[in-house]
């Protein structure tokens, strides 16, 4: 046994959840029945929670001290099967290996027949198994738990910004760079005297092979909103307009630079206002030194461009 | 005693932040923030505990993860 999925109302606590006050405390668990989950957890063995209860109950739950004993916490108002299944699948256990705890025999019943492989147990029965069950070998197996939080805490995080790519996707964001033209030179000024937070020196080299991009999406045409100065494998000036910041400019100007040859140095002066350059110069690259009061981010190969940019010859 | 964490929480106005894991990456494959957001991050740091991340760590090898940029405050904090 390596999974053992409990039930919460009358069973991992004595109440019925939906019959409490919203507002009030949750209650607090039995301590006989946490006595067991706390046996198990120091065997190796992963407790998690299945509750018919409203999904904002998960949260709470997780919040609570004790919650840290569990894996993993289910609430919502699907059958307890799918439930148990998808919590084994969650915590790559297989379903031969868990068991499902509850007071009430007609669930327990309900879950094994959907679930033949995993066995049903009532509390009591579950704590006479206990002397069986050997403890934690490995400080691994010891950590389980935690390990199996950590991960799910994770992957809550990545999940609360999911839409963020395919957004980007869906707005069709091309970038074109080329060469500086003579027409494009006041524009080009005008990033160099008005670009802050993505300005990396604010020095203009003399002599320099300047490359220049321009942004549009579906929305609209953005104009020349990026500019590089670059001189015998150094971009002595980066410049991208904020307006354009998080579009794939940066990436797509480090593309194309580094494309010219690397391994390809981007010094930057730090100021107050250049901390989103220097934040996305550090995803962007492949090392960050200091040398003195400069930064010198640097790529020793052509950077991959974000999938939902597309990148066009200006020319 | 206001800590990044709870910076973090007002930033993403996301309680649960409160909870990760200490190597949460701040950034890809871990919170998501944008450069924009980890400017502001460090703004609010500076205001509300007096700690100029930008300024001392320049190349800002801090903000890794949820845990190195705590204690890289912590231990300014500390001094």
Redesign the interface.
């Known amino acids: 046994m390596r999974l053992v999925v409990w039930d919460l109302d009358e069973t991992l606590w004595p109440d019925t959840t939906l019959e409490r006050d919203p507002s009030a405390p949750l209650p607090a668990p039995d301590p006989a029945a946490l006595d067991v989950v706390r046996a198990l957890r120091e065997r190796g063995i992963v407790n998690a929670i299945a509750t018919r209860n409203p999904p904002s109950l998960r949260?709470r739950v997780?919040?609570e001290p004790w919650a840290e004993h569990f894996a993993a916490v289910r609430a919502g108002w699907g059958d307890k099967a799918p439930a148990v299944a998808a919590i084994a699948e969650q915590l790559d256990i297989a379903l031969t290996e868990t068991a499902y705890v509850d007071t009430d025999p007609f669930v327990r019943a309900g879950v094994e027949h959907q679930l033949p492989e995993v066995r049903g147990l009532a509390p009591d029965g579950l704590r006479a198994l206990l002397p069986t069950l050997d403890r934690a070998t490995t400080a691994e197996a010891a950590r389980r738990t935690e390990l199996y939080?950590?991960e799910a805490?994770?992957r809550?995080?990545?999940r609360?910004?999911p839409d963020?790519e395919s957004f980007l996707a869906s707005c069709r964001i091309t970038l074109a760079v080329g060469e500086a033209r003579a027409e494009d030179a006041p524009r080009v000024d005008e990033l160099v005297a008005r670009t802050n937070?993505y300005n990396s020196t604010g020095r203009r080299p003399a002599d320099a092979t300047v490359l220049v991009g321009e942004l549009r999406d579906r929305f609209g045409d953005y104009g020349l909103v990026a500019a590089a100065f670059l001189r015998e494998g150094v971009a002595e000036l980066l410049l991208v307009s904020?307006r354009a910041?998080?579009k794939g400019c940066l990436e797509g100007m480090l593309h194309e630079l580094a494309r010219r040859g690397t391994p390809l140095t981007i010094p930057v002066v730090?100021t107050?206002r250049n901390?989103?350059?220097?934040?996305?110069l550090?995803?962007a690259t492949d090392s960050?030194?200091?040398d003195g009061?400069t930064?010198v981010f640097t790529l020793h190969r052509v950077p991959p461009i974000p999938d939902w940019l597309t990148l066009e010859d200006r020319s | 005693m206001t800590t990044v964490r709870d910076l973090l929480v007002q930033l993403?106005d996301?309680p649960?932040?409160a909870?990760?894991?200490d190597?949460?990456p701040l950034?890809?494959?871990?919170?998501?923030l944008?450069?924009?957001d980890?400017?502001a991050l460090?703004r609010a740091i500076d205001e509300e505990l007096g700690v100029d991340v930008?300024?001392e760590d320049?190349?800002?090898?801090s903000?890794e993860t949820v845990g190195t940029l705590s204690r890289f405050v912590a231990v300014r904090l500390a001094r």
């Open positions: 949260d997780l919040a939080r950590d805490r994770r809550d995080a990545a609360a910004h963020r937070q904020c910041a998080g730090p107050e901390v989103p350059l220097r934040l996305a550090r995803a960050a030194t200091t009061d930064v | 993403l996301d649960s932040v909870a990760l894991p190597d949460t950034f890809k494959g871990g919170l998501g944008s450069s924009l980890g400017a460090l930008a300024a320049i190349a800002l090898e903000l």
